[in-house]
């Protein structure tokens, strides 16, 4: 009789990635980091580095993707209490990024290179879990937001940036309704007089995410118009329910009511949108960083699973199709984050404003749009192992479709890239002129800067809203290539002209030529 055969002996199956330092690994972020004048915070980044990617961290993230938030809107009396209840590993991931300056690092300390250093700490962060980085954004764009009104600033700004997880302030944001989504001028949400400067708030909002918080920034109708307004979460804020949500499962975003609930005025009353911009600026630089952070752990995680599963007699990083498929992913996470860091340095230089504006939408429109399909192949890559929860690609894949919606649809972005050009042609142009640094390096580029620039003037011509999105796929293409050749690797920068400019196809892994995709797999993941 045959000996028993051990049937459940595990062979093949690849460690989880935790244990490293997820900085150290990163080659291009750290070269982004001191290219862009953030070196200072390299040891910062290091720490961070060492945190997010630690067993410890593991283990609170996928506690809180469990036990997602819940809402208790009265005591055991009756006596409304509206209280959301967070998993403590979703406290444990807050407390990090709150304690280590991610929600106002640059306003307490507005050196050179401190929007670039907190642009890399936050790409970090979202590699761990995108939720709980949501709400050290908000509190990152409300002090803009708040210095618009000196004496609401004196009162808040303190403690917004405040790196204490247990005394800081958390700001909150409640602006869409149900039926308006991005038009916000179609609100009805109803904003009465009552004397001294106050006003009372009638109206129902949609999306009002993490209202967790002590005060926050919403718009109403008054009889000038939409009017921004802060107000502090007490008697009159009402949650109806918490969303059930395609993804960022471990943060609560709510459904809200205001019945007269006690409000001031922020700005100028009638144009409460454009006091809002100060507050949307940052929160759309953070969706793009927050996209690029998940996209790096995804590359990573498929990297790393390939380099440690055997298939076809070897390797699965070392077979040819894999490795065009990983050497491809690789360089559109590269791109990704030397363009979100070319457009954070922006923000700590205000010569660079129309630039910074510009970029901005250029570059969260684009990048957004390639999370998902990046994310899709990230998961083909480890097979049916990345289609179940246990492994992260699920939840990736999930959370990197936040960006298409927050801030912003494609849609928006690209209406927002047309005014900038109509009204402000100067931020094309210096847009344009950053591209052109690489002239002459690389004919494919040469050929694409030279098609762009034409291209743009459609922005300005009769059909620009029916023309946008491809002309700002090109402006989007042309900077990631600009720097990648001015900065990266030739290896780097060939692929990705000879994918993004050249004979590519349309899915990943279809790097044409003899493009030395092998050390574009090991520099993209170095432990």
Partial sequence: MPATLPTHEVLNQPPPLVGYNAFEADVALQEALEREGGGWGVDRCRELGEVVASPEADEHCRRAQRNTPVLHTHDRYGNRIDRVEYDPGFHWMLRQGIERGLAGMP??????????VRAALFMLANGLDTGPCCPMSINYAAVPTLRQEPALAAEWEERVTRPDYDSYAQAGMAMTEKQGGSDLRANTTVAEPVGDGWYELTGHKWFCTHPVFEFFFTLAQTSAGPTCFVAERGPGFELQRLKDKLGGRCLASSEVEFRALPARILGEEGHGIRAMMAQIGPTRLDTLLGIVGITRRAVAEAVHHCRHRSAFGGLLAEQPAMENVLADLAIESEAATAGAMRVARAWDDDSELPF???????MKYWTCKRGAPLAAEALECLGGNGYIEEAPLARLYRDIQIGTVWEGSGNVMVLDVVRAASREPEALEAFLDECELARGADARLDHHLARTRADALLLTGPHPRRNGRRV???????????LLVRHAPPDVADAFCAARLGDGGRAFGTIPGDVPTKAIVERSLRI
């Fill in 356 to 362: 910074r504006r510009f970029a901005t939408a250029v």
């Fill in 472 to 482: 700002v796929e090109d402006l989007a293409v042309a900077l990631e290539a600009s």
């Fill in 107 to 116: 306003w307490r300390d507005p050196r050179p290179g401190a929007h670039v």
